[in-house]
């Protein structure tokens, strides 16, 4: 790690969260200042690649001068006051919770960028995709870093509108559909959640987040907590999705273009569970005890759900759609993370943390390669694949059917690889709950959850068979194999996937000493 000083570290915060900003409004300009091409289509997409480019590279910078001997402890904090009357304040900082999922965000939204230019979707000028996609990079990186309750939710809803723009634009069959349930879903959980923020913020007499968590809800009545946790855990169950709240994620991640599907999965799908974390857990801890049966019931029934859903579309002969398949497989995974965090322990929260991550960057390659598939074979229907590649991609396109089979492993949960760990932690967390929650029923979910493991590996390894292993037809037309600008976007998925497998300790070694501080009573 490198030492840098606090200012220059502040402001590497406040340029992350900011400078895509500044990139969108660059982008709509008549020209990206400071970039050509061979067409102005091509100069705002360099300019795509540049914005997010920076924001990366300062990203990382900010994770190397981490004091990762306190990850703990905020750092490169910024406290402003914005509007006094209501005590709201520019409250900016990360911590050891905070900092994996920002340096995500960044690298995903980065090879999105990246992937864009050389494939970008069909649809409307490519001024207005990229200023989009640099809003949705803002809002979620805010969301990660802002230390305000009602920033917090200003930054939870700035994603949705490019979120919805970018399904709606250029997206494909159904999307106008897509975009409308994914924005009326969203929003409603948004204002059900946004009163319960106010409840908090006015029976507590602040909104700042390191405040209350200090406080650990000991300035809120019992009653008071379980209202707080009821109405923002709705809006955040939306957003992560939680079953049954999870039905405008299919048709959203199945009409989104391929860079949408990846963001969807790989970041927002994350603001849910960190709110979970970041507000719930610390501020309102007994509120939070009270429903923690709940959500963990309903995260184990999501597993099963999702699980059972995606092995009727991997079954031979049916209509299966492998975006939709992958979609589903993400609520089975996002409730291995509710799990872990209903637990209320160290080993489950940090379970569901390294489970955040590891669901980033495996759905994300997923994601990605289905989209290649598609470009090939104009169709992500299982069956029209596995005609169009007679079963054979090992054969036809053997680096593209490894990468594949290598994600579809990854996220089934194979030892040495990041799907590995997170969901094993979440299940030695069910195993020993908090003191407060039942260990009977806890056990029982453990159990059913255990089981959908072993679900979730029959849907892959039926995906793989259907789509890679076969003879290859004499007559089966050719198949392009992974080019290099693919290879670009894909490898650092495939080498974080392998390091986190091998040395979860560089994840863990971050947000284990952050978590047992929130669960014992707050942050600094």
């Known amino acids: 790690m490198i030492d840098i000083n606090e200012s220059v570290m502040q402001f ?79 409250h900016l900082g990360i911590d050891g919770i905070s900092l994996p999922l920002l340096v995500l965000t960044a690298l995903l939204t980065f090879l999105c960028a ?136 299919p048709d959203a991640h199945t009409a989104a273009p391929t860079v949408g599907s990846v963001l969807l999965a790989g970041v927002l799908l994350k603001m849910g569970t960190y709110g979970f974390v970041r507000i719930l857990l610390p501020i309102a801890p007994d509120g939070f005890a009270d429903f923690a049966p709940y959500l963990a019931a309903f995260a184990v029934v999501g597993i099963i759900y999702g699980s059972l859903a995606c092995l009727a579309l991997a079954k031979q002969g049916a209509k299966g759609d492998l975006k939709r398949l992958i979609a589903y497989s993400s609520i089975g995974h996002m409730g291995f993370v509710l799990l872990g965090i209903a637990t209320m322990t160290p080993t489950g929260v940090n379970g569901a943390l390294f489970a955040n991550i590891a669901h980033g960057l495996i759905t994300g390659l997923l994601f990605f390669l289905v989209g290649a598939l598609k470009d090939r074979t104009g169709t992500t229907d299982l069956d029209a694949l596995a005609e169009q ?61 255990a089981f959908g493991t072993l679900l979730t590996a029959a849907y892959l390894l039926a995906v793989v068979r259907r789509v890679c292993m076969g003879a290859v037809p004499q007559d089966a037309p050719q198949l392009a194999d992974v080019h290099t600008y693919e290879f670009a976007t894909w490898t650092p998925l495939v080498a974080l996937t392998v390091v986190a497998g091998l040395w979860p300790k560089a994840l863990l070694g971050l947000t284990d000493p952050a978590v047992q501080q929130l669960l014992a009573g707050g942050t600094r």
């Open 114 to 249: 990246l992937y864009s230019y050389f494939k970008m979707p069909s649809g409307p000028t490519p001024k207005a995709f990229v200023a989009l996609l640099l809003v949705l990079e803002s809002g979620t990186l805010a969301t990660f870093a802002v230390l305000d309750l009602l920033l917090f939710f200003l930054a939870f809803e700035m994603v949705l509108i490019p979120m919805y723009f970018l399904i709606a634009r250029w997206g494909g069959e159904g999307r106008t559909a897509a975009a409308w349930r994914f924005i009326l879903y969203t929003l409603l959980g948004s204002v059900v959640m946004l009163l319960g923020l106010l409840l908090i913020g006015i029976k507590a007499g602040t909104f700042d987040m390191v405040a209350l968590a200090t406080d650990n809800g000991r300035s809120l009545t019992a009653s008071v907590q379980v209202i707080a946790v009821l109405a923002i855990g709705i809006g955040l169950a939306v957003k992560t999705p939680m079953w049954p709240l999870h039905s405008w994620l």
């Open 12 to 90: 590497l915060l406040a340029f992350v969260v900011v400078g895509p900003l500044l990139g969108a409004v660059a982008a709509l300009l008549p020209a990206p200042p400071g970039l050509k091409g061979k067409s102005p289509e091509q100069a705002v997409l360099r300019h795509g690649v540049t914005v997010t480019g920076a924001i990366l590279v300062a990203a990382i910078v900010l994770a190397l001068g981490f004091d990762h001997d306190h990850p703990s402890k905020m750092q490169a904090t910024t406290d402003i006051s914005w509007i006094p009357a209501l005590d709201v304040r520019i």
């Open 389 to 449: 590649t007679g079963a054979a991609l090992y054969g036809k396109a053997p680096r593209l059917g490894g990468l594949l089979a290598f994600a579809a492993v990854a996220s089934l949960g194979l030892p040495g690889l990041a799907g590995f760990w997170g969901e094993m932690l979440a299940l030695f967390g069910a195993f020993d709950p908090a003191d407060d929650l039942s260990r009977t029923a806890f056990l029982t979910f453990m159990a059913i959850a």
